[in-house]
């Protein structure tokens, strides 16, 4: 089962422009993740926030998380070519149980 | 150490064959899982192993069987597969903080054909 919808499925911009990508769920969550994939490869963990956690930021990332509208979005600041991958969002659903779900995605392309 | 490695990287089996895919960690992880991707969709949980014992089991057919025979090995024992079972999978690892998933630890994953 799915809990992530993320918008928008697909993003293009060219380097240097800031990439922004939301995720909305619909559950009570522990936390909310954000994991990036190259193509056909392993994902690698982003960031995490956790429920009572508002924004949250690491190098060129930042992560907000509204926890009322049950959303989340994750800012690229200052992308570069190598940022060219799909982004996932996770929620730790508060199950008392070890899993973590994750969204549908978005693909982003950035051009030289 | 921060890998997860994942043996092999590529599959093809026919639908009678049996197969297995291994998974390893060596970062001291007590939860084990085993996700499956289909192409331009995101990981999908199948099995979930915490201290060595299978704690969720997301309802995946009989044809795929898990085995955790200890702490850094996570097996996934492949019988009868179907075409529609091709798909990357995915193993991770974290350190299996009760109730609370953290940061999860991805393999490059074994991409499986099913002729």
């Known amino acids: 089962s799915q809990q992530g919808e993320e918008d928008p499925q697909a993003l293009s911009i060219q380097e240097g422009e800031n990439a922004t990508m939301n995720c909305s769920y619909k559950t009570s969550i522990n936390n909310l993740q954000w994991y990036r994939q190259n193509s056909g490869r392993g994902l690698v963990h982003l960031i995490l926030?956790?429920?009572?956690?508002r924004e949250k930021h690491s190098g060129r990332l930042r992560v907000t998380l509204d926890t009322s509208k049950k959303s989340s979005s994750l800012l690229i600041t200052a992308s570069r070519a190598a940022d060219t991958a799909s982004y996932f969002c996770a929620t730790d659903l508060n199950t008392g149980f070890q899993k973590l779900v994750f969204g549908t995605g978005t693909r982003l392309l950035v051009s030289p | 150490d921060t890998e997860v490695t994942q043996t092999p990287k590529h599959l093809v089996m026919g639908m009678t064959n049996k197969k297995s895919l291994k998974c390893e960690q060596h970062m001291g992880h007590r939860a084990m899982y085993w996700y499956k991707q289909k192409a331009k969709k995101p990981p999908e949980l199948m099995f979930v192993y915490s201290y060595e014992k299978l704690s969720i089991n997301e309802s995946v057919p009989s044809r795929f069987s898990p085995e955790c025979p200890n702490s850094s090995l996570l097996n996934l024992h492949l019988h009868a597969l179907q075409p529609e079972d091709s798909a990357l999978y995915l193993c991770a690892s974290s350190r299996g903080l009760a109730g609370v998933s953290g940061e999860l630890f991805f393999g490059e994953g074994s991409r499986l054909t099913v002729l």
């Open positions: 926030i956790r429920s009572n956690e």
